[in-house]
C-alpha cells in the first residue's frame, strides 16, 4: 500500500521550506512510504481511552520572575548574520503577506 | 603511565597531587590526536589554546595552593552539537559551518568550573540523526576497534575520541541510542541519564521531549564523576529536574565488588531472540549468567509495547525535529544560498535548506512534517504519543517485579562503513533496543560485557526514572565480572 | 473580479444581517519577555533587547514568565472566564522572518481561559459579547521594507528584520460570533473594543495604545440574508484605532453587500484595513491556508493553575469599567445622556483624574468635552493621545478659578501646554499670562482711559453706566487682554461716580 504519494512529498517539501530536486523527490518519495507503512503499526495498540505522553517530566507550573537577565551585546547579536544593515538583519524581498 | 591511558579519576588524583601537570596531560591528548585522528576523524575542532590555557590556570591554581575542582585537569571530547561561546558549532551541518555561539551551553559551565579541559568539538551525524555517524557533513569517523566500521551513532565521535585514546571522558547526546549504542560498539560506557537529569539548554535540539546529554568514559567510574559534574537543576531549561540527583559515583564504587546479592534483574523478552547476531545474544547470555552468580535474582519480563517504540520514535523524534529545524533559515546567522538580489527570501530560504541539510535530515524534516500536517496528526504524532504512555506503564509493571532491566545494547556489533546508509530501516534498527528508555525518559547505561569475533557487545542497564545510580552500580558489576572474564579490561582487547 | 457596485450602507442592511467576531491581541506590560529575561521597552535601538532565547539561536530555551501567566489568568477573571485547571503551550509552525524560531509559541487546544463575556453598553441598551478563549503567545519582531515607493512589503527590494519586539508576551482575546447587532454591528464593535480596552488598563497588566501597537485588533465579517445561514467571513487585520475599529466593519459589510448584490460569491481570506481610505483590500487567500502543524511545545511544562491561586488573583480584580461607571454617573450626579457622551468621547479616565487632581465635575466636563475634545477631533487623535494631562487641566482651572487668567489667557495657556511647553503655571510664567491684578498698574490704566476718553467718562459721571463698556475695552486693550474686565469695569465705575 502506499501511504505518500510523490505530489505529497512535494507538497511536503515546500511547506518545510526545502527546494528539494526532482531526484531527491523520487528518492524520498519511496524512503518514506518504506517508513511510513512500517511506523503506521502504532495505530494498532494506541486505544482511544490511552491519555498521550508529551512530556514525561512530572513537573507542572515551571515559571520564573518578571526579573531582566542578561542581553547579547549588539555586536554578538548581529556577528553571524548572512547580511546585516541599519543594525537589522536584512533579508531578499518576502513575497506574500504570512503573518 | 602514559597519561592517555590513563583514567580521568587518576588524572584528577595525579594532577591535584602535583604528579604531573594539567598541561602535560592536555598536551599528551593532543599528541594523540594528531598522530590518529586523521585516520578516525573523531575530532571536527579542535580547542587547543583554550584548552592550553584552561589546563594552565589549573596548574597555576595548584601552584598558588587552592583546592582542585573535581575533575581539574581532566581532558573531555565535547559532541559538537554542545553550544561553546567563540569555539565553532556546527551539529556536522553545512548549514551551520562557521557558526561561532555567543553563548555556552549550561553543561559547559559546569564543566569548566569542574575543571574539565575541554579539548575540542567532536563529530556526529547531522543534528545527531543517525546511528554510524555517516550523516556527517565533514566525513565518517571510524571505529578504532576496526577502522572499516563505524563507531556508532550519532555521537561517533566522541565514542571514537575516548575508545581511541584522544579523551578519558566525552559528552554525547542521546535522543533515541545515540550515547548508549556507540558506546557498546566501541567497547566503553556511556549513560542517558533520566530525562531532565541534565540540562538541555545549549543542546541544540534535535528532538526536545527525548534529547539528553551524557557521560562517556572508558570506566564506570569515570562515566559517573562525569555524570556527576554535569546533572542538576538549571533554571533556564523548563524541563529540568528539581530533585536531587542521585549519589552516582559512590554507586560506581559500591558496584565494583561485584555482590549483586538481594538485586532482582530482569531480561527484557521483547529485546533479543531472531534478528539479533548469535555472538551478541550470547555474550549477554553469559554476562546474565555471571550476574546470577554474583547474587543477582535474574527473572525474564515480558515488556510487549517495545515492539512499537520504533515506530513511535520515527514519529515523534522527525516531528518535533521539523519544528525544532525551522530556525536554520539563512536570516540570523548560518548558511544563505541563491542570494543573488532578485530571488525571494522563501526562494533564499528553500535553496538554502535543501543545500545545508544533509539527506537524512531532509528525510526527517519532511516525514516530521507530514505527520504533523492536519489530517494526520491524529494517526501518526498523537497514536506514538499514546505509544510513549503504553511503554512507559511497561516499565513500570517491569519495576514492579525487578530492580532494573537489561538487554543487548544493540542488535549488532559494529557495523561496515557504507553497509546502511541507502537504507535508513536497517540504519534505524540499530536503535531497536535504546528507544523503549528514550520514549519513557528513564535512565540507561550500556556497558562492555564481552566480545563478538574481536568486536565489542554492550550490555544495557536499564532503571526507573531518577534512580541512575542503579544503572552505574550493576554497570560497575557488569565491569569487574567482564574484566575477569576477560582477563583484562575489554578495550585493552582492541588491536588500536 | 469585477468591480461591483457598492450599495449604501442603509440599503446593504434592508437585505442583510451582519456576524461580525474579535480577535484582539495585546502585549503585555510586563518588564521582561515572554519567555527570557530581555527587557521590552518601547522604541529602543534595534536588535538591543536580545538574547539567544528570542533571538531563537540554537541551543536556546524559553522559560516562561510567572508574571504574564497572571496577567492572562486575570483577564480572563476580568472577562469572566473560566480558568483552565490544566493548559499547554503549542507551536505553530510557519516561516516567517520576523518570527525568530520560525514557530510561534502560542496556546491551542488548551488555552488558559476559556467561555466568557464582556457586557458593553451601546445607547443605554446592554450587549453581551460572549468569549471564547483568552490565550498567551509571544509576539514577533518587526520588519522594515526597503525599497518599495511605499514602504510596504509591496514592491520593496530587500527587508530590514528587528527583533526587539520578538517575545514580549501578548495576550490573543477572541469572541465568539456576534449576530444580531444588525446595522448597529460596527458601534458594538468598537464599543467591545472599547470595553476591553478599559477592562484591561484597569487590570494595569498593559498600557493598551492601539497606535503604539501595544493592542491590535482582527475583525471578522460576514453576511447573511435574515433567517439564511452566516455567510463565509473575511478576517480584517491592521485595525489600529477604536474608530478604525468602526469604520473597517462598515466598509467591509458595504464591500461584502456590493458583491453578494452583484451575484459573486466572497472568499475567505485576509484583508487588510487603510486607514487613510478607510476600506480594505485583499490579502493572503485562506485557501492556500498555511497548515500550521500545532503540537504541545516539548520544551515548556504544562500550566496547572490550582484554586488558590486563581482565588487569589480574582481578589485583586477591580471593580469592572461598566459597573464604574454607572456609580461615578451618580457620584457625578449626571443624566444619562451626560454621561454617555463623557464616555463616547473616552473621557472616563481623563474627567475621574481631573477631578482627583482638584477640579470640580462641571470644570473638567467643560474642558475635556469642549476645547480639548475640539482640538483632537481637529488632529483625528483621541483625547488621551493630546499631550495634556488631567493634572494639567485641574491646574489650568485652579489658574482661572483664582482670577489668575480669564477664560480667553487659559486657552492660550493650553495651546503652550499642548505645545509641550511645561505645566499651565510654567506656561503662564513664561508667556507672561497673569491677569493684570496689580491694583496700581490697572489703575493707571483706567486712569490713562478715562483722561484719553474724556467725552466717555462725562457720560458715565452723568450716570450712562452702558458707556462704561467703551473704557474697558480701552483698559483690555492697553494691557493686551490681561486683565480681568470685571474688575476693570468696577474701578471705572468707582473712579467716576
Ligand atoms: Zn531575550
Not at chain 1, 515546500?14 to 519511496?30: K, N
Not at chain 2, 576523524?41 to 590556570?57: I, P
Not at chain 2, 555521537?155 to 556507540?182: C, F, H, K, M, N
Not at chain 2, 529536574?241 to 527484557?268: F, N
Request: glycine share 8%; with cysteine; proline share 5%.
Amino acid at each position: 500500500m502506499s501511504t505518500i504519494s510523490r505530489d505529497e512529498v512535494a507538497h511536503i517539501a515546500r511547506l518545510a521550506r526545502l527546494a528539494v530536486t526532482e531526484e531527491e523527490l523520487d528518492v524520498f518519495a519511496g524512503q518514506l512510504d518504506v517508513i511510513l507503512t512500517s511506523v503506521q503499526r502504532v495505530g494498532e495498540v494506541a486505544a482511544d481511552e490511552i491519555p498521550p505522553t508529551s512530556h514525561v517530566v512530572p513537573l507542572t507550573n515551571v515559571l520564573r520572575p518578571d526579573e531582566p537577565g542578561e542581553c547579547l551585546a549588539p555586536g554578538d547579536v548581529l556577528r553571524s548574520a548572512p547580511a546585516a544593515e541599519q543594525n537589522r538583519f536584512r533579508v531578499p524581498r518576502i513575497l506574500d503577506e504570512e503573518a | 603511565m602514559q597519561p592517555i591511558t590513563m583514567t580521568a579519576a587518576q588524572i584528577a588524583d595525579a594532577v591535584a597531587q602535583g604528579q604531573i601537570s594539567a598541561r602535560e596531560v592536555a598536551q599528551a591528548h593532543f599528541d594523540q590526536i594528531a598522530s590518529v585522528d586523521t585516520e578516525l576523524n573523531a575530532f571536527l575542532t579542535l580547542d587547543t589554546e583554550g584548552a592550553l590555557a584552561a589546563a594552565d590556570a589549573i596548574d597555576s591554581a595548584r601552584a598558588d595552593g587552592e583546592k582542585l575542582p573535581a575533575l581539574a585537569g581532566v581532558p573531555l571530547a565535547l559532541k559538537d552539537i554542545i553550544v561553546t561561546k567563540d569555539v565553532e558549532t556546527t551539529a556536522a551541518s553545512k548549514i551551520l559551518k562557521g557558526w561561532v555561539p555567543p553563548y555556552d551551553a549550561t553543561i559547559v559551565r559546569k564543566m569548566r568550573a569542574a575543571g574539565i579541559v575541554v579539548l575540542g568539538k567532536t563529530n556526529l551525524d547531522e543534528f545527531a540523526m543517525g546511528s554510524s555517524t555517516e550523516n556527517s557533513a565533514f566525513g565518517a569517523t571510524r571505529n578504532p576497534w576496526d577502522r572499516t566500521r563505524t563507531p556508532g551513532g550519532s555521537s561517533g565521535g566522541s565514542s571514537a575520541a575516548v575508545a581511541g585514546y584522544e579523551a578519558p571522558l566525552a559528552i554525547g547526546t542521546d535522543t533515541g541510542g545515540s550515547i548508549r549504542q556507540p558506546a557498546a560498539v566501541t567497547g566503553i560506557v556511556g549513560h542517558k541519564p533520566t530525562y531532565g537529569a541534565v540540562s538541555r539548554y545549549g543542546l541544540i535540539a534535535f528532538s526536545s521531549s527525548l534529547d539528553q546529554a551524557g557521560p562517556f568514559g572508558r570506566t564506570v567510574l569515570d562515566a559517573a564523576l562525569l555524570h556527576e559534574a554535569i546533572a542538576g537543576h538549571d533554571p533556564a531549561d523548563s524541563t529540568s529536574l528539581t530533585a536531587p540527583a542521585p549519589d552516582v559515583v559512590a554507586a560506581a564504587r559500591e558496584g565494583a565488588d561485584a555482590d549483586l546479592t538481594g538485586l532482582t534483574v530482569g531480561v527484557v523478552t521483547e529485546l533479543g531472540g531472531a534478528g539479533y547476531e548469535a555472538g551478541v545474544s550470547a555474550a549477554v547470555a553469559a554476562t546474565i549468567a555471571q550476574l546470577s552468580n554474583a547474587g543477582a535474582k535474574v527473572v525474564e519480563i515480558s515488556c510487549p509495547s517495545f515492539d512499537y517504540a520504533l515506530g513511535a520514535y520515527y514519529l515523534i523524534a522527525p516531528s518535533e525535529a521539523s519544528s525544532n529545524l525551522a530556525k536554520f533559515d539563512a536570516v540570523r546567522f548560518g548558511l544563505r544560498v541563491g542570494d543573488n538580489g532578485v530571488a525571494s527570501l522563501e526562494e533564499v530560504m528553500s535553496q538554502t535548506r535543501d543545500a545545508g541539510f544533509g539527506a537524512e535530515v531532509k528525510r526527517r524534516i519532511i516525514l516530521g512534517t507530514y505527520a504533523l500536517s492536519s489530517g494526520y496528526y491524529d494517526a501518526y504524532y498523537g497514536q506514538a504519543q499514546k505509544v510513549r504512555t503504553l511503554i512507559s506503564r511497561d516499565f513500570s509493571k517491569a519495576f514492579e517485579q525487578c530492580d532494573v532491566l537489561v538487554s543487548p545494547t544493540s542488535p549488532t556489533v559494529a557495523f561496515p562503513l557504507g553497509e546502511r546508509v541507502d537504507d535508513p530501516m536497517a540504519m534505524y534498527a540499530a536503535d531497536l533496543c535504546t528507544l523503549p528508555a528514550s520514549l519513557a525518559g528513564t535512565p540507561a547505561i550500556s556497558v562492555p560485557c564481552g566480545l563478538s569475533e574481536g568486536l565489542p557487545v554492550g550490555l544495557q542497564v536499564m532503571a526507573p526514572a531518577f534512580a541512575d545510580d542503579r544503572c552505574y552500580r550493576v554497570a560497575a558489576a557488569v565491569e569487574t565480572l567482564t574484566t575477569a572474564a576477560l582477563g583484562k579490561p575489554l578495550l585493552a582487547h582492541s588491536t588500536f | 473580479m469585477t468591480v461591483a457596485h457598492a450599495p449604501s450602507y442603509e440599503s446593504a442592511m434592508s437585505s442583510y444581517e451582519p456576524v461580525i467576531g474579535l480577535e484582539t491581541h495585546v502585549e503585555l506590560g510586563t518588564r521582561t519577555k515572554m519567555f527570557c529575561g530581555c527587557p521590552t521597552e518601547f522604541g529602543a535601538e534595534p536588535n538591543t533587547q536580545i538574547c539567544p532565547v528570542c533571538l531563537g539561536l540554537p541551543g536556546a530555551l524559553p522559560v516562561a514568565n510567572a508574571a504574564a501567566i497572571e496577567a492572562t489568568i486575570r483577564i480572563g477573571l476580568a472577562l469572566n472566564c473560566e480558568i483552565a485547571s490544566w493548559s499547554r503551550f503549542a507551536r505553530k509552525n510557519y516561516f516567517y522572518p520576523d518570527m525568530p524560531k520560525n514557530f510561534q509559541t502560542s496556546q491551542y487546544d488548551e488555552p488558559l481561559c476559556v467561555n466568557g463575556y464582556l457586557d458593553v453598553v451601546l445607547d443605554g441598551e446592554t450587549v453581551r459579547v460572549e468569549i471564547e478563549r483568552v490565550h498567551l503567545e509571544e509576539d514577533t519582531g518587526k520588519s522594515l521594507h526597503v525599497g518599495g515607493s511605499t514602504g510596504r512589503i509591496h514592491g520593496a527590494t530587500h527587508s530590514l528584520v528587528d527583533y526587539n519586539r520578538a517575545g514580549i508576551p501578548l495576550v490573543e482575546i477572541v469572541t465568539k460570533p456576534v449576530a444580531g447587532a444588525g446595522a448597529n454591528a460596527p458601534q458594538v464593535a468598537k464599543a467591545y473594543v472599547t470595553e476591553l480596552r478599559d477592562v484591561i488598563r484597569a487590570l494595569g497588566v498593559s498600557d493598551v495604545r492601539m497606535e503604539q501597537g501595544s493592542m491590535r485588533c482582527d475583525v471578522n465579517t460576514s453576511l447573511n440574508r435574515p433567517g439564511a445561514q452566516w455567510g463565509t467571513r473575511t478576517e480584517t487585520k491592521n485595525v489600529n484605532s477604536l474608530r478604525s475599529v468602526e469604520r473597517a466593519v462598515h466598509s467591509e459589510i458595504i464591500r461584502q453587500a456590493g458583491l453578494l448584490d452583484a451575484g459573486e460569491r466572497i472568499i475567505q481570506e485576509t484583508r487588510h484595513f487603510h486607514e487613510d481610505t478607510g476600506q480594505t483590500t485583499s490579502g493572503r487567500s485562506k485557501e492556500e491556508a498555511t497548515d500550521y502543524r500545532y503540537f504541545p511545545e516539548p520544551d515548556l511544562v504544562p500550566l496547572a493553575p490550582d484554586a488558590a491561586w486563581v482565588e487569589s488573583l480574582k481578589a485583586t480584580i477591580p471593580e469592572p469599567p461598566s459597573v464604574r461607571i454607572r456609580r461615578l454617573q451618580e457620584a457625578w450626579g449626571l443624566t444619562d445622556h451626560e454621561m454617555s457622551s463623557i464616555v463616547n468621547a473616552g473621557a472616563v479616565e481623563l474627567i475621574t483624574a481631573t477631578v482627583e487632581s482638584g477640579a470640580t465635575v462641571e470644570a473638567a466636563r467643560k474642558w475635556w468635552l469642549g476645547e480639548l475634545a475640539r482640538r483632537a477631533n481637529a488632529q483625528d487623535v483621541e483625547l488621551e493621545q493630546l499631550s495634556i494631562t488631567p493634572a494639567h487641566v485641574a491646574e489650568l482651572q485652579a489658574l482661572v478659578d483664582a482670577g489668575r487668567i480669564n477664560d480667553k489667557l487659559a486657552r492660550q495657556a493650553l495651546e503652550g501646554v499642548l505645545a509641550g511647553e511645561g505645566s499651565p503655571e510654567q506656561v503662564v510664567a513664561a508667556r507672561g499670562l497673569e491677569v493684570v491684578s496689580d491694583s496700581g498698574a490697572l489703575g493707571a490704566a483706567v486712569d490713562a482711559a478715562i483722561a484719553d476718553n474724556p467725552d466717555i467718562a462725562a457720560k458715565i459721571r452723568d450716570g450712562k453706566l452702558a458707556a462704561a463698556g467703551a473704557l474697558v475695552g480701552a483698559v483690555m486693550k492697553s494691557t493686551k487682554g490681561q486683565a480681568d474686565a470685571k474688575t476693570v469695569r468696577e474701578l471705572i465705575l468707582s473712579k467716576l461716580s
